[in-house]
């Protein structure tokens, strides 16, 4: 029977080190939280920064926030996610809104775009894709300016026919040997605009804590 007291004192020993390694990693995860929370502060204080620069606006977009159900109507967010309104004395001169286009070439293409009162685009960033490198991934602004097209256009301009690679009879460019990723990027771009000409009055009015 040795060989059964042996498999109990592994089994044992096995279960002590589960226990251990799960205290230490969650010790590890605790004591770090406060400094990862931060840095995603931080990461997505700059974000919203680059759409809505720090000289024209006075409040703190990153605080400034409201809930966008999952599946809300042109967003096409799968998960619920955080609007920003930007503010400026007080009056919401903008709105950073989530948007993902789900028809990108390697799946979902995820980003903010910034939108201001008049219904112009402030500006975009795509904050996660999965497009291939050297050709689909020229939608994050580290690769290329093609996101910066966007910044003043609207709903009116170009007009509807004009939402589309050049391709397709569009104003947009496309890129060579990609053109689905422009293409579900400048369709999600449009969306984000419908969505706030729909509901401007809850987007924009002063105090408001939801879309």
Do not use: C
């Not at 709105?95 to 028809?103: C, E």
């Not at 939108?115 to 795509?126: L, P, S």
């Amino acid at each position: 029977m040795k060989w059964l007291a042996s498999i109990g004192l592994s089994g044992f020993l096995l279960a002590l080190f589960a226990a251990v390694t799960s205290i230490a990693i969650g010790w590890t995860y605790l004591s770090t939280k406060s400094q990862i929370d931060l840095e995603v502060r931080r990461a997505e204080a700059r974000q919203l920064l680059e759409i809505f620069p720090a000289d024209t606006h006075d409040n703190e977009m990153v605080d400034d926030t409201f809930t966008i159900d999952a599946e809300t109507s042109l967003l096409g967010i799968r998960v619920a996610r955080q609007g920003y309104r930007v503010r400026l004395n007080d009056e919401v001169i903008g709105v950073i809104l989530p948007t993902t286009a789900r028809d990108g070439y390697s799946g979902d293409i995820r980003a903010l775009v910034g939108i201001r009162r008049d219904g112009t685009v402030a500006g975009i960033r795509v904050v996660a894709h999965r497009e291939t490198p050297g050709l689909g991934d020229k939608v994050d602004i580290r690769k290329s300016d093609w996101i910066t097209d966007f910044n003043q256009r609207s709903l009116d301009d170009p007009t509807p026919p004009g939402w589309n690679v050049k391709k397709d009879g569009g104003v947009f460019d496309q890129f060579t040997g990609a053109t689905v990723t422009p293409r579900a990027v400048i369709l999600a771009t449009r969306r984000a605009l419908e969505y706030a000409n729909l509901h401007t009055a809850s987007l924009f009015e002063t105090g408001a804590d939801s879309a």
